[in-house]
C-alpha cells in the first residue's frame, strides 16, 4: 500500500493561529464606515391577525433611518423545504397573521442599537388574537385552531398537518402474527436547542453597483445566496455572501433567517450597511430549535431475539411553519431502517403544525430521539427474553452487501465489529446487569449501549461541490472552494487532500472558501457530506492539475508522466531522483509551452454520481445515499439513589468511520457529540408554556460545563481507503454520534436503577418517582 | 448619560477615552478599541466568551464597566501573543485540538492563564473546576483540558 504523508495523520487546524490569538473575525465581529444597526420587532401573541401596523411615531424618533414592515417586501415566502409537494410557506416579515410569539413583524435601521430598540417600543400593531394550539397531538384533533390547512395529500382527518411520511415493506401484520414477542411502546424526545456560542449575526451592504454583499453566521453561503436572492428579487450574482469565521452553528444556521434578510432589505433601503446581531435571549425564545418527537413503537421479535415486524409512528411537533419538520419525519425512517434488519416494516411520520416557533435540524436531525427510543426497546425486549443487549444487536446488525428497501445498498459496514469491539474494551458483559443485585447501595453504576446510523452526503438537490485548485508561479498552490469551515476542520481537510494529491506541504496551500462571488458552489456544512462529497471534488481538482503538472514535466525530463512522482513541490522520475523539476519551473514551462496554460485543476462530486431521482419525502422511495456510517457506543454511569443524580463516567464510541483524514479532527467531533448527548440525555429541555418560552438564558438552559466532562475513548473501524487518483468513500463524523450516545445513557441508567424513562431528559426526579412506582 | 473622560491601560498601551458610565467594558474593547478578540456569546454573564484579565484574574467584560476599570492592567487575548510568537497555552490549544469554532476560545484561554498563574500545576479537578464557567459547546472540554495539562506540566 502506498505511504499517506498527509491523510490519516493529526495535523492540527489551519485556522488555529487565528483563532487562538483573537484575529479571526466572526460576523458580529465586523463594522463598516456608515454602518447602522438593525432590530426587529417579534409578535408577543402565539397567534393573531394583524390589523394595522403604525410605524409613524418610530419614523419620527431622531437616528432612526428606515423601518420596513411585510407591506416593504416582495411577499415572497421562503422555507427550509422548497419542493413542489411542500412549497415555501413562511414570509420573511408577516404579512397579515402571526403564528408564534416571536414571528417577525418590522424592522429598523437606526444610528445605534438603542435608538433602534427603542423605535421598536413606538412602533404600535393592532392585533386579533386568535385561538391557538401548543401540543402536537391536540393540534392535530379535528376541533382544533387551524394555524395552517392541513396538506392536501394528507387524507385523514387530522388538522394541521404539514406533511406525511408513510412507507412499508414486507407484511408488518403477518410479521406480528409470526413474532413470538411483540411490545408497544411510547416515547417522547424533548424539544433542545443548539446554542451556538456565536449569536445570530448578519451584516448586509448594497452598494452602488446594484450588489448585495452579505456577512452572516450560516452553514454555507449558497444557500444564504439563493434564499436572500429569490426573496429580495435579485439575480443571484448580484448577491455576494461572503466568507466570516462561524462561532458554532449544529444544525442551528441552515436556512434563511429574517434578520438576513430584514439587514438586507434595511440596507437596500437606505444604501448604508446594517448591522443585525440578535440577543442570547431572541435566540431563546423566537429562534429555530431541535425537533421534539413522539414515537410509538410496536416491535415483533422471533424468540431468538431477531426482529421480525416493526411499525412505527412518529409525530413531529413542528411549529408554526414547515421548517425542517418534514425532512424529520422521513429521516427518522432511515434512522430506523439503516441499523438494524427488519424484514417487515411499517412506518408512517407526521409533521404537525403548532403555535410554536420553527423547528430545525440540529444535529442529528431527528436521530437522537428515535435512536433513543428504538434502542431503549430493544434493551426492553432483549431482558423479556433473557439475551443480553450484545448478543440482540449483533444478531441484527446490518452487514456489508444488504439492499436497503430504496434501493440503496450497504456497500460497507463494520457495525458488527464496532459492536464487539465497544463490548470488548468497556467488558460490557462483565459489568452489565451487575448494580441492580445490589440492594440498599447509595451509589450504583450501570452500563448501556446504542447503535446508530447516519448517512454521508445525501442526494438533494443540490448536494454537490466543485472546486478549483491553481498553481502559482513560485509552485504554491491555491484551492478554491465553496465549503464553510464551522469549527470542524473542513479548510484543514481539504488541505491535506491537495498537499497528498499533489506532494506540497499543507503551508503551501493557501485556501480560499466559501465565497460566493469568487468559489465554485458546495452545498455547506449541514448534510454530513463535507469529507465525502466536498473532499472528492477538491481531491479531483488537485489530481487534475497533478495531471496537467506531469504533462509538462514529462515533456521536460523526457519521462513518461506514469514514471513521475511529486513531494515538495519538486517532480522527480521514479528511481532517479536526479532528473528532477521543480513546480515553480513546470507551471513557468507550462505557460510559454501550452499556450499560457498556468496550471488550473478542476473538481466536481456529487453522491449518488448521476442518480436522476432524489428521495421522495412523502414516499421515501427514489435513492438516498451510497455512503452510511455505522456506530456503537457504551455509556458507563453512577447514579445516586437517594438524589436521582446522575453522572456520565465514561463514554466509548466505536465508529465505522471509513477511515479519519484527520484523527485530532474526528475525535474533537467525537468528544462534543458525546458532551451534546450527555446534555440532551440529562439535563437539556426547553420549556414552554402556550407558546411562550421560558427557559431564556444558559441559566435556565443548562447546557454540559468543564466540571460536567466526559471521559471519551474511540475506537476506529476501518472499512474504506484512501488512494491517489480515485474517489474515496469516508463516512461522516459530525452528526452521527449523539444519537447512540443519548440512548446508550437511557440504557446505562436502567441498568444501574430498574427504572426505564421514557421520555428525555432523565431529569433525578423521574429517577426517584420511578423508584418510588418499582417499591409500591 | 453625560460622557466621561477615562484612560485604560491594555495590553500595556494607554487609552484615553470619553465613554458613557454606563457601558460595559466589553462594549468598549469591541466597539470603540477594536479588541474584538473579546467575545460576547450571551452578555449576561453566563457563558464566560467575553472573559479579560483585570489584574491578572479572570473578570465578564460584559459585567464591568469600563469606568471602574481605570487604573487596572488589562490584558486580552491580543495581548497575549507578540507579533507571530504565541503563548504556550495558544500553541498548546491549537496543538492539542482544543479549538473548534474558536468563540469560546479567547475566554477559555485567559482564564485557563490565570489558573496556571495562581497554581502551576493543578489536578484535572482543579482546571475543569476553574474553567466552570466558560461553556464550549463544541469541544466536550477534553481536548481543552489536555492542552491546559500540557502546559502545566512545562511543555512549550
Known sequence: MEELSFVGKSIPRKDGFEKATGRAIYTVDISLPGMLWGKILRSPYPHAKILNIDTSRAEKLPGVKAIITGKDTLGIKHGFVETPRYPPDQYPLAMDRVRYIGEEIAAVAAIDEYVAEEALTL?????????????????????????????????????????????????????????????????????????????????????????????????????????????????????????????????????????????????????????????????????????????????????DGTLHAQKVKVINNAGAYRGSGVVVIFLCWGFIMLPYRIPNLKYEGYSVYTNNPVRAPQRGHGAPNLRFAVESQMDMIAEELGIDPIEIRLKNARQKGENLPNGDYVRNCGLIECIEKVAQQTLFKEKYGKARLKEGQRFRRGIGIGVSSYFSGSLIYPNSSAAMVKLNDDGTVTLLTGALDIGQGAETILSQIVAEELGVSIEDIRVVAADTETTPVDIGSWISGGAYVSGNAVKMAASDARRQLFEIAAEELEANPEDLVAKNREIYVKDSPGRSISFSQAVSASITKKRGNPIIGKGHYRTMKDVPMHPSLATTKGRWSDNYAFDAQVAEVEVDMKTGQIKLLKATTAHDCGFPINPLLVEGQIDGQVSMAQGHALWEEVLMENGKTLTTSFLDYKIPCAKDMVETYYIDVITEKYEKDKPYRTKEVGEGYVSGMVAAIANAVYDATGVRIKKLPIYPEKILMGLKDKKR | MKKRLIELKINGEYYEIAVEPQRTLLEVLREDLGFTGTKEACGTGECGACTVLIDGKPFLSCLTLAIESQGKEITTIEGLSKGNDLHPLQKAFIQYGAIQCGFCTSGMILNAKSILEENPKPSREEILKGLEGNLCRCTGYNKILEAILAVSEGEK
Request: charged share 25%.
Open chain 1, 123 to 303: 412602533i404600535k400593531v393592532d392585533y386579533e388574537e386568535l385561538p391557538a394550539v401548543f401540543d402536537p397531538e391536540e393540534a392535530m384533533k379535528p376541533d382544533a385552531p387551524e394555524i395552517h390547512p392541513t396538506h392536501p395529500k394528507v387524507k385523514e382527518p387530522y388538522k394541521n398537518i404539514g406533511g406525511k411520511t408513510e412507507t412499508f415493506w414486507g407484511d408488518v401484520e403477518k410479521g406480528f402474527a409470526e413474532s413470538y414477542l411483540v411490545r408497544e411502546d411510547r416515547f417522547e424526545g424533548q424539544l433542545r436547542t443548539h446554542c451556538y456560542m456565536e449569536p445570530q449575526a448578519t451584516v448586509a451592504s448594497f452598494d452602488y453597483s446594484g450588489k448585495l454583499n452579505v456577512w452572516t453566521s450560516s452553514q454555507g453561503p449558497f444557500i444564504k445566496r439563493a434564499k436572500l436572492a429569490t426573496t429580495l428579487g435579485l439575480p443571484f450574482n448580484n448577491v455576494h455572501v461572503h466568507k466570516t469565521y462561524v462561532g458554532g452553528a449544529y444544525g442551528g444556521k441552515v436556512d434563511l433567517f429574517s434578520h438576513e434578510f430584514c439587514a438586507s432589505l434595511l440596507s437596500i433601503k437606505t444604501g448604508k450597511p446594517v448591522k443585525i446581531v440578535c440577543t442570547r435571549q431572541e435566540i431563546f425564545e423566537a429562534y429555530r430549535h431541535g425537533q421534539p418527537i413522539i414515537v410509538e413503537l410496536k416491535t415483533g421479535v422471533k424468540k
